[in-house]
């Protein structure tokens, strides 16, 4: 997270918006120029860091269709092309718990563990 977003903001959410079909540049460039691009599949959707009450503000915008954080349900996509739904669902999975691995976090060569590349019978 940039310092400048944390100033501006203060506390930083990621939002996906997803602009109206048909919406111009015009419209993009003035919701984009005031937030950083965390991710984009032009010309509809975009993922900006946003202060924690700005997804309602941006909501009232005229271009904009849907705005999601993280924590929201998303409602039906059946606007969205097959491409379009493939990125709004890889969004949201990197909003979900990873489930802990074994290991994770520790030294490659801590006991009981085997370092990547390693043969079988050193441990």
């Keep these: 997270m940039s310092g400048r977003s944390e100033q501006r903001y203060g506390a930083v959410v990621e939002a996906l918006i997803v602009l109206k079909a048909g919406a111009g540049p015009d419209a993009y460039e003035a919701l984009l120029g005031s937030h950083r691009v965390i991710a984009a599949l ?55 718990a990873v489930k802990p691995r074994p290991g994770d976090g520790r030294d490659w060569d801590a006991p009981g563990f085997t370092p990547p590349g390693a043969p079988p019978n050193r441990r």
């Design 42 to 96: 032009p010309p509809r959707l975009f993922v900006l860091d946003v202060g924690i009450g700005e997804p309602v503000a941006l909501r009232a915008h005229p271009a904009v269709e849907l705005v999601l954080t993280a924590d929201a349900e998303l409602p039906g996509t059946g606007a969205l092309s097959d491409t379009e739904s493939l990125f709004v669902d890889s969004w949201k999975l990197r909003h979900t």
